[in-house]
């Protein structure tokens, strides 16, 4: 009988032993299941992006239902959706007073060059059939949503109204009814319906740069809001 050699056994057991895997295989082989995974994430999240956003939209989102009260109040910006709201609830008979932001000019409104807000929420309002004597401004020069609530207030304590509807868009009401309900406190009904942007509206504003942006800042404003005041 033939004896065995210790080399014919180390010949044979590296023969058929399997090819060891470099570690640059092994890290290429593991990023390549990394971009699978997270191919699969996106792929998902993009499929199921619509509800998603359509949803925090809606937690979001807050907004009053309009009622018969002393006053609609339309604050300085939205010249293309407050002041039409306004009109609306005047023609309906919810309020018998528009009440107009006095808000803060700026250079090129000071040279005439364009319609200050005032002067434009002021032109719809009549173009929609509200007459003059039941338009009406208030404060003087305001800069802000703050300065704007504490205006509405004191307009409020100087003619006795107790109850006011202030229209503004889907994004901006939270930060717009808190700031109103903290100036205000329980003495006063103020209502705050949202409206839709006329660039977008809360099904669809992840579609348009304007609907991303006014979700963005006011997420932002709403912080600086509640750590301000």
Known sequence: MRKVELTDVGNRSSRYMPPIRSRSAVIFSRFVIALLVAAVLVGSAWFAHRPLLRGAAD???????VAPSDAVAVFGGGVQDRPFAAAAYYRQ?????????????????????????????HAVLIKLGVPERAIETFGNGLSSTYEEALALREWARRTGAHSIIVPTEVFSARRVRWTLHRIFGKDYV?????????DYGRADWWQT?????????????????????
């Open 209 to 229: 740069p304007q609907g991303l942006l006014a979700f963005q800042n006011e997420v932002l404003k709403f912080v600086y809001y509640r750590l301000r005041y």
């Open 190 to 198: 103020i209502r705050v319906p949202a409206l839709d942007d006329p």
């Open 59 to 65: 937690l979001w989102i807050v907004s009053d239902p």
């Open 93 to 121: 008979g919810l309020v018998k007073k528009v009440l107009l932001s006095d808000d803060r000019v700026g250079p090129a409104a000071a040279l005439g060059a364009i319609q200050s807000d005032l002067a434009g929420n």
